[in-house]
């Protein structure tokens, strides 16, 4: 079954925690990003990354790291220095060409 | 700087019926890519239909196509025969050269039983 998971669905923590969302993917996609959605609000990219090892900012990057040592997985650390990071969560995977991104079912992040 | 304009934030259809939600963009490029996404009450991104700006032809999928005007930079979407699972938050969005996508604010669709 192919396609892209993020897990969890939900997800509570503290404020002051670091956390990790996870983002798998089985498309053998090289791109892979990570986007914030407030209510209201379209997508802001915060992450993306063209290949592995590799990864520039998006237009929301500060308190927030990422890594890409594999080419299937993408995780995103939110830190605590993002100071408003309750959100919905979700990542994408684009092929070769870029031309269209696909992405996970999303994870809600409630920071309490 | 690239931008995506979605001017309608709400609308309503009844069902079987046809509606149209608007999306303006701006770019100084010639070549790029339009999307349309479907955001159900699940919030998982769907996509709905892309269009390729050098094409002339509008496309198509099924029940769903759009109208590109490219040198008026807007790009519709038009649903048929709309149903009851098209409701949904919809999103207009531009992919630039860079391969970074923008994202409009959003429609949020309501079907009329």
């Known amino acids: 079954d192919g396609g892209i998971t993020q897990s969890p669905k939900y997800l509570f923590r503290k404020e002051g925690q670091n956390v990790t969302l996870s983002c798998e993917q089985n498309l053998n996609h090289d791109a892979m990003y990570w986007y914030r959605q407030d209510p209201g609000q379209g997508l802001r990219l915060i992450y993306y990354?063209?290949?592995?090892?590799?990864?520039q900012k998006g237009d929301i990057a500060e308190g927030y790291s990422v890594s890409r040592e594999k080419k299937e997985s993408f995780p995103l650390t939110v830190t605590s220095a993002q100071k408003n990071p309750t959100a919905f969560y979700l990542c994408?995977?684009?092929?070769?060409?870029?031309?269209?991104?696909?992405f996970g079912p999303g994870t809600r992040l409630t920071v309490l | 700087a690239q931008t995506v304009t979605q001017s309608q934030p709400e609308m309503s259809v009844q069902e079987a019926e046809t509606v149209t939600l608007s999306c303006t963009y701006d770019?100084?490029?010639?070549?790029?890519?339009l999307f349309w996404y479907k955001q159900p009450p699940s919030r998982q991104m769907i996509l709905v239909i892309r269009q390729e700006a050098y094409k002339q032809q509008n496309a198509t999928e099924n029940r769903f196509s759009v109208n590109f005007q490219k040198a008026a930079k807007s790009f519709s979407l038009k649903i048929s025969d709309s149903q009851l699972g098209d409701a949904a938050m919809y999103f207009c969005?531009?992919?630039?050269?860079?391969?970074?996508?923008?994202f409009g604010k959003g429609t949020r669709l309501h079907i009329l039983p």
């Open positions: 770019t100084s490029e010639s070549d790029y890519y």
């Open positions: 994408a995977a684009a092929g070769e060409l870029r031309e269209t991104q696909y």
């Open positions: 969005a531009y992919r630039a050269p860079n391969d970074k996508i923008i």
């Open positions: 990354s063209q290949i592995v090892n590799d990864f």
